[in-house]
C-alpha cells in the first residue's frame, strides 16, 4: 500500500474525482494539470509508482507526456494508465503504441479503475 500515484489532467473535477476514489483505497496522490506540469512533479515528487493521465490538455498533451516519460531510462517500466474521452481505436492505438500500460475511455467506472490499477501493481 501507499504506493504514489500522478493524476495528470487539465479538470480539476477530474484530478479531484480520480484522487477521491483512489485515496480512498490508501494511495499517496499528486496532481498536475497537463503534460508540463506532470514531468515537473515527475522529476520533483517523491517517487512516483504509477501516472493515470488524460490526452487533451492544454500547453502539453497526453500523448507527447507519455512519449517524453517513456523516453527517460529510469521511467520505461513505470505503469501509466490514460483516462480519455478520446475513444476511438485509433486513439487507444496510438497511446499504447507510446508506452501506456493500459488506456481507460471516460467516464471510467471508478471499481474498475481501482481494480485495473491493482492489477498495474500486480496485486489482485
Ligand atoms: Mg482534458
Known amino acids: 500500500m501507499n504506493e504514489h500515484i500522478l493524476i495528470v489532467d487539465d479538470s480539476k473535477t477530474v484530478r479531484n474525482l480520480v484522487a477521491f476514489i483512489i485515496k480512498r483505497e490508501g494511495y499517496k496522490v499528486t496532481m ?3 503534460g508540463l506540469d506532470g514531468l515537473e512533479k515527475l522529476f520533483s515528487a517523491d517517487k512516483i509508482d504509477l501516472i493515470i493521465s488524460d490526452v487533451n490538455m492544454p500547453r502539453m498533451d497526453g500523448f507527447t ?13 513505470l ?5 480519455s474521452t478520446e475513444g476511438r481505436p485509433q486513439d487507444i ?3 499504447m503504441k507510446l508506452g501506456a500500460n493500459l488506456y481507460m475511455v471516460k467516464p ?3 471499481e474498475k479503475m481501482v481494480q485495473n490499477i491493482k492489477m498495474l ?3 489482485k
Not at 65 to 77: A, G, H, L, M, S
Open 32 to 34: 498536475a494539470e497537463d
Open 65 to 77: 507526456f507519455i512519449k517524453q516519460v517513456r523516453e527517460q531510462e529510469t521511467y520505461k517500466d
Open 79 to 83: 505503469p501509466i494508465m490514460v483516462l
Open 93 to 95: 492505438d496510438l497511446g
Open 108 to 110: 471510467a467506472q471508478p
Open 121 to 123: 501493481f500486480g496485486k
